[in-house]
């Protein structure tokens, strides 16, 4: 199971990945969404693993997450990232960005605190 690094160094790798991608381009909005999901997902996990919690799968972490501080700009991400993978629509380009410039990082911001504490 990973560790807290572990977990950090995907997330900061994931991001690094979403910065190439042009939010302006309609066919990037998905993709952008989904990588600003997966990146908050590994620093939610960085900081429950920091707890020895390993969760297998979404809805473990879900379980895990619910009560955080972090959990309404967590839960956006999953939902508007299930959208952009599964369904057939498009995420508008401004709630992509806003996955990418709030959400995200408010919960990098979070798991950062949370190392500290």
């Not at 910065?19 to 620093?43: K, P, R």
């Not at 501080?69 to 839960?75: E, S």
């Amino acid at each position: 199971m990973p560790a807290r690094d572990a977990h950090e160094d995907k997330a900061r790798s994931i991001e690094r990945a979403s910065q190439v991608l042009d939010a302006s381009n309609a066919d990037h909005c998905d993709w952008l969404a989904t990588l600003a999901f997966y990146a908050a997902l590994h620093w939610l996990d960085a900081v429950l693993a920091d707890r020895g919690l390993h969760p297998s799968n979404h809805r473990e972490r879900n379980r895990a997450a619910q009560g955080l501080p972090i959990w309404d700009q967590y839960y956006e991400l999953y939902a508007l990232s299930r959208i952009a993978r599964y369904e057939a629509g498009r995420l508008p380009q401004t709630v992509a960005v806003s996955m990418r410039d709030q959400n995200l990082p408010a919960v990098r911001n979070w798991a950062q605190q949370a190392k500290r504490s």
